[in-house]
Structure formats: C-alpha cells, structure tokens
C-alpha cells in the first residue's frame, strides 16, 4: 500500500506510466533503451503507535458496538533504480522534484513524509554480458498504517457472563 502512493508520485512527476514496485518483479531483459524505475524498500521501521477505543451505547446505555483502532507510524529506507537511457535524467528530476510545492502537496494530502534524499549513485548491470548503467537514489519514506477490530471490553465480557449464568 505505501509504495503505491510512492509509484504514483513518481508517475505524476516524470510522467513515467509504469513504475515497477519491487525488485522481484522487474524483468531486465529485453532492449536497454527502454526506461525502467524499480521502487522497493530496504527496511521498515515501526516508529510510534498508538490507539483509539470507540463505544457506542443505545437509549438504555447498552453496548452496541466497542471498537479498538491501532494506528502505527512507519519509516522506510526506499531504493529507486533507474535503468534506461533516460535513467540518468530521470534520477535527478526526481531528487530535484522533492524540493517543489506539488512534493510537499503530495505528501500533504497523503499523509506521508518523504525526507534525506541520497545523491544519485551510479552503479552498473550486466544483460547478456554486456554492462549497463544503473542509477539508485535512497530516501527515508514515513507513512500510517492503521487497523481496526470489534471487541468487547471486560467489563462487556464480565457481564455477558454473569447474564449467561443467571
């Protein structure tokens, strides 16, 4: 889920149509001319949580529903590589684009935080036996998950109990 975000503002950036999410799922085969962008992570990070119970009672101040929401924050060390002949190009639009209102837009409106960009590293591959350049840029990416769950409180569960006995 957080990575998408993070594709989608690549796309909306570059004007790249398909970024590829994941290492595991990027073919480099094929025609070196062709631009490709691997997004993925190197770790993730739990840097804070915390939680929210909700109660809703009826006239009678019976409870209908008990809800407890757990809401973590994340960060992550991000990798995106670059391959193509725009590879270069597309590396530094990218790093340059971090310090413009739609980047702080984006991450605004999405909840996100996307900070310490790396300078563009430029490594090589081999397809087919012939070298190719590869440029990598690293930045730390903080996000929200959150999960929700019906539960009954003890207090729920004691009188449930004692209702069932009775």
């Known amino acids: 889920m957080s990575l998408v975000l993070l594709a989608n503002y690549i796309d909306e950036v570059l004007n790249f149509d398909s970024v590829i999410i994941g290492r595991e799922n990027a073919q ?18 739990q840097v804070g949580k915390s939680r929210d119970y909700e109660v809703e009672k009826d006239s009678s101040g019976a409870y209908i529903k008990e809800e407890l929401t757990r809401l973590s924050k994340h960060k992550s ?25 739609k980047a702080y837009d984006f991450q605004r409106d999405n909840q996100i935080s996307i900070y310490y960009p790396t300078n563009v590293r430029r490594s090589m591959f081999s397809i087919g036996g012939e070298f190719y350049p590869k440029y990598e840029l690293l930045f730390y990416y903080e996000f929200y998950s959150s999960y929700s769950q019906n539960i009954k409180s003890v207090k729920t569960f004691i009188l449930e109990k004692f209702l069932a006995k009775n």
């Not at 001319?33 to 691997?38: F, G, R, Y």
């Not at 990798?79 to 639009?93: H, M, P, Q, R, S």
């Open 77 to 101: 060390l991000v990798t995106v590589e670059f391959f193509g002949l725009n590879g270069e190009d597309n590396a530094y639009k990218l790093l340059n684009s971090f310090e413009f209102e």
């Open 28 to 45: 480099l085969t094929g025609s070196y001319n062709q631009d490709k962008i691997v997004l993925d992570t190197v770790s993730i990070d």
